[in-house]
T-cell receptor, first 112, second 114 residues
């Protein structure tokens, strides 16, 4: 079945460091891919998405490229801030049910 | 514009007790859904609704009931709580059921069943 695998957390970085959170997927067909972010005490928010291979989603300095050959959608940011501390969820759309399938989430902690 | 609101934020129940988790949205969204979030398992879909009067089961519906009498509200009922239902529950809404439309999530309800 369809699934999403994310790297274990927490990821701990100093401010201005480079961020990569790995996400790989298994899916039939051609799903769309998403990153959601959950800030402390809040619900999830859509961060970015990509709907087809080689698309790059970007928002708030974050980027992720849909790589069909490696079935990956890694999240990157060139210079993180303390305010980026949150839990990040990778997700894909199940092409049969049109429902989201979420990864387990990766907690990011950024220290000054 | 409050978005998606959930009450209560925290709840402790004893096994066998019943309760209703409330969810409301003020964006006139047709599609609403309930997820549970468990450690190491991501979010899993419990029930969803594509409009008032229409509900359907998600991935993990057992032990939960829902109804949708208005566009705004989508309560989740636990008829006889079990420790396996200890989790964080999120309600979400979007303008349609398609995943291509952004889903808006509430802040969650943390439920503990003893």
């Amino acid at each position: 079945g369809n699934s999403v695998t994310q790297m274990e957390g927490p990821v701990t970085l100093s401010e201005e460091a480079f961020l990569t959170i790995n996400c790989t997927y298994t899916a039939t067909g051609y799903p769309s891919l998403f990153w959601y972010v959950q800030y402390p005490g809040e619900g999830l928010q859509l961060l970015l998405k990509a709907t087809k291979a080689d698309d790059k989603g970007s928002n708030k300095g974050f980027e992720a490229t849909y790589r069909k050959e490696t079935t990956s959608f890694h999240l990157e940011k060139g210079s993180v801030q303390v305010s980026d501390s949150a839990v990040y969820f990778c997700a894909l759309s199940d092409v049969n049910t049109d429902k989201l399938i979420f990864g387990t989430g990766t907690r990011l902690q950024v220290f000054p | 514009n409050a978005g998606v609101t959930q009450t209560p934020k925290f709840q402790v129940l004893k096994t066998g007790q019943s309760m209703t988790l409330q969810c409301a949205q003020d964006m006139n969204h047709e599609y609403m859904s309930w997820y549970r979030q468990d450690p190491g398992m991501g979010l899993r879909l419990i029930h969803y609704s594509v409009g008032a009067g229409i509900t359907d089961q998600g991935e993990v519906p057992n032990g939960y009931n829902v109804s949708r009498s208005t566009t705004e509200d989508f309560p989740l009922r636990l008829l006889s709580a079990a420790p396996s239902q200890t989790s964080v529950y999120f309600c979400a809404s979007s303008s349609s059921g398609s995943v291509y439309n952004e889903q808006f999530f509430g802040p969650g309800t943390r439920l503990t069943v003893l």
